[in-house]
């Protein structure tokens, strides 16, 4: 009773043998096509049959079994229409690997179920499904993450052509973004629906193909009857289309229709497959805690695997033969796990870690000097810097894209990209819905395409609203494929405290923990205009040539700040091209020995304004790069200080200037160390904006008090 994959594959050979198969549809498929797909499928079966019986072998058993329809999905489409694939999608990906000569679909998928470094997707890091020769980015057990980067790549597969880009897929292809029923319901997934929708019915190519593989459950919860069908027939800017893919054969002309409408209008389309799970949602699912054994037995009779033998039978095959075959391929199956299970394993830290940088095999060659534009002379505040430096990166990087809520007509809300759409076009740089997951799925889609996406997130805390796009999708997708697949972008933040006339926690959130845990991403922030300009072009590069993932978070409060003192204009620079930042250089201003004050961001605009009040002889170091931080500048250039005094304009908790001193211990720095941060509460309205943050009175105060030790 609690064994449905033994009951599953004891039926298929007792409904064979009985003569008792299901009444089968319509089609003009050819016979060797249906052979041929049965291949495929009779390979992810019997796959799936072996991970469940192969305890302490294999991992993570989420099969494919009852999702056969994504074999015939895989044979409709191109190899080169990219794919963003659910967990039970195993018989798309063999379907498209079996036809490449000398790809080994079969023992593969067994070297990433043993979690064998030999496997070539991810190197045993996951079971995932997915890799470069099919043009499927790995994905592992993904709800609805992956459908905003698929929209994404549509995007970019979209302005392709019109700006002459060279990409990793033609102008003509299709994106393909699979997914269940449950996970249609994710906030995630509606939203990037919508976004598709909504860039379509303005008339924007967006050629994604959405397919929802309806099982009817999510895990153990139903889906109400008639539901998918309900939301997604009459959306705005969506084809919606409807198959019953329990018969994979009568479903392909359907298919392959949908596939080619969506070529063809570029518009999005919404595949609606009915399909069956079966043997549970994972190996470790009691399907009966939930389904009495009359339910189960019902779902298992539609069985599409036993569908596709009926289809074979009236093509001329019989009974025995096709048992022979399904027999043949468990000996198949059989014989390859067994080589797997004797492949090596990954083990040790280095080995593990060593792709969430990608490697210097994917890296790229540096762009080519251009001719820039005119820069601007005079002394220029951060804000003005960073537009020019804008206006110089899009120049120098003709795949670079801008993107994000306001950053085309108006600007920006803070001017940083004003004129930056006039120089370089509306498909260059562009205004996004309101809704920070697609604005973060759109530059992981289109980084794919081979573009460098420059997005825009209006305020630190909006981050939030889709973090999982850089901590679960943007972050992890070179470690998954060995570096084979990167999503190279610099992402701007107007962000941190200190922000007069808007106030309040929403537009002056002063936490950056969130960014700072996630293995290979990089967090930079700019003090002052001296120093942008250099950082972004750094942070280019960094994307560029080395595939990196790079925050680059820029103070609100600074961008129009001119004085240290009144009329002073010590705050603002001339643009220099010339300057170089490189990745870890940090910045110092004076050489005293007595103190050395730790800062960035506003911490060091406000040191420098504290700075008179300091008995001690000090020196201000800009430590630019919050992660990770650099710390081999940074003991070089405390080296020999009395005393160290971290300003963190980030709460007490959570804050940066916590690995700081525990690394500056830990390195055995002999002097006085401690911490000045902004109070553990979010930031109030008004006047009182200022109350739990450092300022340049309580800076000296500190570093006085310090000193005095």
């Known amino acids: 009773m609690f064994n449905r994959a033994d009951a599953v594959d004891t039926a298929f050979s007792e409904r064979l043998k009985s003569g008792k198969l299901p009444v089968i549809g319509t089609s003009d498929m050819p016979a060797y096509m249906v052979a041929d797909l049965f291949e495929t499928m009779l390979m992810n079966r019997h796959l799936d049959l072996l991970a469940r019986r192969s305890k302490g072998e294999t991992f993570y058993s989420i099969g494919s079994s009852g999702h056969e329809v994504m074999a015939s999905v895989a044979a409709a489409a191109r190899r080169d229409d990219m794919a963003f694939l659910h967990y039970r999608d195993a018989n798309f990906c063999i379907q498209r690997r079996r036809h490449i000569p000398g790809a080994g679909a079969l023992y593969d998928m067994l070297l990433s179920f043993v979690a064998s470094s030999e496997d070539p997707v991810s190197g045993g890091r996951h079971k995932v499904l997915g890799g470069l020769d099919i043009f499927v980015p790995p994905q592992t057990s993904t709800i609805a993450s992956h459908l905003p980067k698929a929209m994404g790549m549509a995007h970019a597969v979209g302005i392709t052509k019109p700006l002459g880009h060279d990409g990793v897929v033609p102008h003509d292809s299709v994106v393909l973004c699979s997914f269940g029923d449950a996970s249609a319901n994710h906030s995630t997934a509606q939203g990037a629906i919508n976004a598709a929708a909504w860039a379509a019915y303005q008339g924007s190519p967006m050629p994604i193909v959405y397919i929802c593989e309806d099982n009817g459950v999510g895990i153990s919860v139903d889906t109400p009857d008639g539901w998918i069908a309900t939301s997604y027939k009459n959306r705005p800017g969506l084809d919606y289309i409807y198959a019953d893919g329990r018969?994979?054969?009568?479903?392909?002309?359907?298919?392959?229709?949908?596939?080619?409408?969506?070529?063809r209008s570029r518009r999005p389309v919404f595949l609606h497959l009915s399909t069956v799970r079966l043997m549970g949602h994972a190996g470790a699912d009691i399907e009966t805690a939930y389904r009495n054994l009359a339910q189960i037995e019902a779902l298992e009779a539609t069985d599409p695997l036993i569908t596709m033998?009926?289809?074979?039978?009236?093509?001329?095959?019989?009974?025995?033969?096709?048992?022979?075959?399904?027999?043949?391929?468990?000996?198949?199956?059989?014989?390859?796990?067994?080589?797997?299970?004797?492949?090596?394993?990954?083990?040790?830290?280095?080995?593990?870690?060593?792709?969430?940088?990608?490697?210097?095999a994917f890296?790229?060659?540096?762009?080519?000097?251009?001719?820039?534009?005119?820069?601007?002379?005079?002394?220029?505040?951060?804000?003005?810097?960073?537009?020019q430096a804008l206006m110089d990166v899009m120049a120098t990087y003709p795949q670079a894209l801008i993107f994000g809520e306001d950053v085309g007509k108006k600007g920006g809300v803070y001017g940083i990209t004003k004129g930056v759409q006039k120089q370089f076009g509306p498909r260059r740089v562009f205004d996004t819905l309101l809704d920070e997951q697609t604005i973060f799925g759109t530059a992981i889609g289109v980084g794919h395409q081979d573009f460098l996406p420059v997005p825009e997130i209006q305020f630190l805390a909006y981050l939030h609203n889709a973090l999982d796009q850089i901590r679960g999708e943007a972050s992890t997708l070179s470690f998954f494929s060995k570096g084979q697949f990167t999503n190279p972008m610099v992402v701007r933040i107007a962000g941190l405290a200190y922000q007069r006339g808007f106030g309040g926690h929403f537009h002056n959130d002063n936490s950056i923990t969130a960014l700072r845990d996630i293995p290979g991403v990089i967090t930079v922030c700019p003090s002052s205009a001296a120093d942008a300009p250099a950082l972004l072009r750094e942070a280019l590069r960094l994307a560029h040539e080395e595939r990196r993932v790079v925050i680059f978070v820029e103070p609100i409060a600074l961008y129009q700040a001119a004085d240290i003192e009144e009329s002073d204009g010590a705050w603002t620079s001339e643009f220099d091209r010339k300057n170089k930042i490189k990745f870890g250089d940090i910045g110092q201003h004076e050489n005293g020995k007595e103190l050395a004050i730790l800062t960035?961001?506003?911490?060091?605009?406000?040191?420098?304004?504290?700075?008179?009040?300091?008995?001690?002889?000090?020196?201000?170091?800009?430590?630019?790069?919050?992660?990770?931080?650099?710390?081999?500048?940074?003991?070089?250039?405390?080296?020999?200080?009395?005393?160290?005094?971290?300003?963190d304009e980030c709460r007490e908790t959570g804050s940066l200037s916590e690995e700081l001193m525990s690394k500056l211990i830990e390195a055995g720095v002999n002097a006085n160390i401690e911490r000045h941060c902004a109070g553990d509460s979010f930031i109030a309205l008004g006047t009182a904006a200022y109350d739990t943050l450092p300022s340049a009175e309580t800076i000296a105060a500190a570093a006085n008090k310090l000193a005095t030790l």
Not at 247 to 263: H, L
Request: with cysteine; hydrophobic share 45%; charged share 25%.
């Open 600 to 647: 960035y961001g506003n911490g060091y605009y406000l040191s420098h304004q504290a700075a008179k009040n300091i008995k001690a002889k000090h020196r201000i170091i800009d430590l630019r790069w919050l992660s990770p931080l650099p710390m081999e500048a940074i003991l070089k250039a405390v080296k020999g200080c009395k005393n160290i005094l971290i300003v």
């Open 309 to 360: 033998a009926a289809h074979l039978i009236k093509s001329g095959h019989n009974a025995d033969g096709i048992l022979a075959q399904y027999e043949a391929m468990r000996d198949r199956v059989e014989r390859a796990a067994k080589r797997a299970f004797k492949a090596p394993k990954l083990s040790g830290y280095d080995a593990i870690a060593a792709p969430i940088i990608p490697p210097k």
């Open 363 to 387: 890296h790229r060659e540096p762009m080519p000097s251009v001719k820039l534009p005119k820069a601007k002379s005079g002394k220029l505040t951060l804000a003005a810097s960073l537009n």
């Open 247 to 263: 018969d994979p054969v009568s479903a392909f002309n359907t298919i392959s229709a949908a596939i080619a409408q969506c070529r």
